[in-house]
């Protein structure tokens, strides 16, 4: 059923006679939410996932609907033997329970310009615009209405409403009257199709190669469920790699097919983070950047970096090119041969200069590269920055790695997965460092996941692991 059979041209919507009486509004008993703009239900009891799918089946007229199923989490075993609870299923921080409760509609259309034109409580009809969602692919449109702590009017549902489209066509239900919604939280409408999405958000970050990417069909996969499933959920996706924007800009060019994009990027190993604009385009994080200067002197760095060159030869060390350097981070071919002294010897340049610089080792071969970067940069400190502006808590908050320059956000407080073609290494060291943490904070819920599937598969097991999928 095509989407254009839903379209009817009218000039009279307000007119239209509500279909069959509604149920009463119910304010859900679980308003978990993350900022004013992001307020979210999606804890709710198996009974109101219920009353929510038969309202919905009087709403189209499909009569044949299921009742949505309610949220499942995996079922883990804690130490004790007992069912532990996933991370997924963890409510929010008190200080993130919203103040009001909202309805959020992801809406799937071609047109370029679209609004929810509705009825709230029984209220004056009038528009919403719809807003594209840039990590969807242009598959959806969202809305959020926050609704007023006030009664709906007598037999009027919660939301009452249909679609504007362009040229005077509407999205109606097919079998006539109005969509309608009888209880705040998270909504689709698809196809002439309205349903409650269930299920908690997540934020993904995750590094790029050999972990996003580097298995087109896997990567593809991963793509499809984001876009279907994980977007109307309201979760948000980051990547968070050693990339800088021009060979960021040559994957995206590359893999411009099967490559979902981010809603935040955080390049060259967390010295730079930009944000998605309207447009498509991205736009460097000024804060960000003025955070880096603490402590941080750029040709003491750089100077540091000669000095060692100097001491172990052009044929061990080199600076890699101009496009892998940035204000905030010198960037080195270093062969595995001379790495120690290498580091031992920029690590004491730079102390002496008084500059305050971590030191960031990666890569799979003789030659590593090596990253001397501000002491406030790095992957895991981008990640706290952007997961605090995107208002989700570390335990919706999954780090997604294969190799050394993750391995800071692999082990801050976020949950983390390894994916299963990580060298052995990074997978004894992840296992190691999570026991530690466990032993010290006395945590029972799992944090980390080496996983089996590999690349973008991985980072899918780890979703359904955690309870996001
Ligand atoms: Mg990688």
Redesign the pocket.
Known sequence: MGLLAHFQSSENVNALTPLAASHSPRPCAHHHGHTAAKRRCWHRTVASAQAQAQTLQVADGSGAKQPAEAPTGLPLMNGNGAHARTPADLPLPPELEPEQPSVTLHYATGWQTAALHGSLQGGQWQDFSLQQVGSSGGRWTVVDISIPDSQSAQDAPLLEFVIRGEQNAWDKPQAGGNYRITEPGRYRLKNGELEAVMGPPCLIVS?????MVGDDAALATFTRWWQEEAVPRGSRLVYN??RAMDTFETLCEEKTDSMALPDALILSVGTQIYERQADGSWADDKEWSATLDDGWHLNSVREAAYTALAAVGRDNMHFRPPEEQNDHKVTCGVHEGVLEEVKASISDAVKRAGVKANIIV?GKGEWKFLDIVSHKAGKLAALEYVRQQLGFPHHHTIAC???G??RDMLAGQNLAVVVGNAQDEMKAWIEQADQQLAASNGAHLPRVLVSKAHRALGILEALEFFGFK
């Not at 590094?207 to 972990?211: A, H, K, S, V």
């Open positions: 590094d790029l190669d050999d972990t790699t050693g990666c790695g294969d190799s320059n993750d």
